[in-house]
């Protein structure tokens, strides 16, 4: 049905004259439509839809079409460059060095190292454990964050006398992967595609400046999110203690691993000192892991591929829908100067939040950005907050078992139950997207942090 219903909505604005938008507007019409269906029923795998929407934006829509289209459609190799978008590399020698981590062990050793001072109260290990999860979920997939988390932590959940206590404490993984994507660009995919995005506006958004506007809001949310599942959930008396000693690996290959990842997250941290781009930065552990062998060719076949080939459809599609003028017409039906501005970010970070409940936040982002950029030619708001406040809004859709893998794997564990999962999500959602959208903003402004 989702493949049927796709074709329909590829074929149907090309057969039906719409006012307002010429040949090549109504055949982006067709692929933008098509791809909301895909992606959102899921008939075929997101990966698949992704590289589906370039293939027919070189096909229909570009210089090389099929059935040409006119002289201002872009060339071919533009759709094609998203496949290397600099942010893809970014991206790349993020998941390389989540991927080291975990052959080196050096996650599950560091949260060991790390949860040490917060045994004894159960509400001090549940802090500890959320501040570890949020910290590595900043630099690495919060999937494998979520998964090596509950390895370490779940001898300690089965111990709590109280089902109440063992839901709490396991909710406090994923609560906290899901809040720690948010910290930094290579968090998240959404946080990717809005960079992306940006870029392709002359905006750039280095490192520094994404971690000093979302740690903010991450912080907030952390400390809700603690005190919410201290209040309900787990109890001042309860004691836990961590029997967990870390080993790290001092082989000649780890420690030539752990250095080059330290030195590429400070040379990510220090951009606006330095002045290397965080992309070019990026490919640096790339190259220096693969020449001194810390990292194989068998290991970059083990890469999130199809991640990255969803950003890349992401940014693809929203070239598309600005090369060919479909993002001014979409925008033209509704009048959102009648909003407000701020009126406008609720509305978009609530449609974000809850779209990201039910698909996938990479998907809900990749739809929501392309189309809302052109927001800031129309009304008073620049389109790197709208960006950033989607980005952000997305990761905030955590209320069922299918919004996020870290919640699919807490829930596999059988020490959740959806009630609280939903519970939980729904309130730190909509706390979230309330404070994306109406507080965040105002403290970027202040701060100047907003890119130009």
């Known amino acids: ?167 709490a404490l396991a909710l406090s993984i994923p609560i906290a992967a899901n809040i720690g994507g948010i910290g930094t660009p290579v968090g998240s995919p959404p946080n990717a595609i809005a960079i992306g995005a940006l870029a392709q506006q002359g905006i750039i958004v280095t490192f520094g400046q994404w971690m000093m506007m979302a740690l903010p809001l991450l912080s907030i949310l952390l400390v809700v999110a603690w005190l919410m599942l201290c209040v309900f959930g787990i109890s001042a008396s309860t004691r836990m203690s961590l029997d967990i000693v870390p080993d790290f690996d001092r082989s ?40 001194t062998q810390v990292m194989s060719g068998e290991d970059l076949k083990r890469l999130s591929w199809p991640v990255l080939w969803l950003v890349a459809g992401g940014i693809a599609l929203g070239n598309g829908v600005g090369a060919t003028g479909l993002d001014k017409w979409l925008l033209s039906a509704i009048r959102w100067d009648h909003l407000g501005v701020t009126a406008l970010l609720m ?27 052109g927001l800031g030619t129309t009304i008073a708001v620049d389109q790197a907050t709208v960006a950033v406040v989607i980005a952000l809004a997305c990761s905030m859709g955590m209320a069922l078992p299918i919004s996020t893998p870290p919640n699919a794997i807490a829930y596999g564990t059988g020490t959740v139950t959806t009630k609280s999962m939903i519970i939980t999500g729904l309130f730190l959602g909509f706390l979230g997207a309330f404070l994306i959208s109406l507080v965040m903003p105002n403290f970027w402004q202040w701060a100047n942090l907003i890119p130009q």
């Open 252 to 291: 000649a290959p780890a420690l030539v691993f752990y250095a080059i990842t330290g030195l590429t997250i400070l040379l990510w941290m220090t951009e606006s000192v330095h002045g290397v781009n965080s992309n070019i930065v990026g490919f640096f552990p790339v190259v220096l892991m693969l020449a």
């Open 1 to 167: 049905m989702g493949l049927a219903l796709g074709a329909i909505l590829l074929i149907l604005p090309m057969v039906i004259p719409i006012a307002g938008l010429d040949p090549m507007g109504q055949r982006m019409l067709g692929i933008f439509l098509a791809a909301i269906c895909l992606w959102v029923t899921e008939a075929i795998p997101l990966t698949a839809t992704a590289v589906g929407v370039i293939f027919l934006e070189v096909t229909l829509v570009s210089q090389q079409a099929i059935v040409p289209v006119g002289e201002h459609a872009v060339p071919a190799a533009t759709y094609f460059a998203s496949l290397a978008n600099p942010v893809l590399i970014l991206f790349l020698g993020g998941f390389l060095i989540a991927d080291g981590a975990a052959k080196y062990g050096l996650d599950r050793n560091l949260a060991a190292l790390l949860l040490k001072p917060f045994g004894g109260s159960g509400r001090l290990t549940t802090l500890g454990i959320m501040l570890i999860t949020a910290l590595l979920s900043m630099f690495m997939s919060n999937t494998a964050t979520t998964a090596t988390m509950f390895a370490m932590a779940l001898p300690i959940i089965k111990k709590l006398p109280t089902r109440r206590e063992r839901s």
């Open 347 to 373: 509305v978009l970070a609530l449609l974000a939040m809850l779209m990201s409940n039910v698909i996938s936040n990479s998907a809900t982002a990749n739809l929501l950005v392309p189309l809302t950029l």
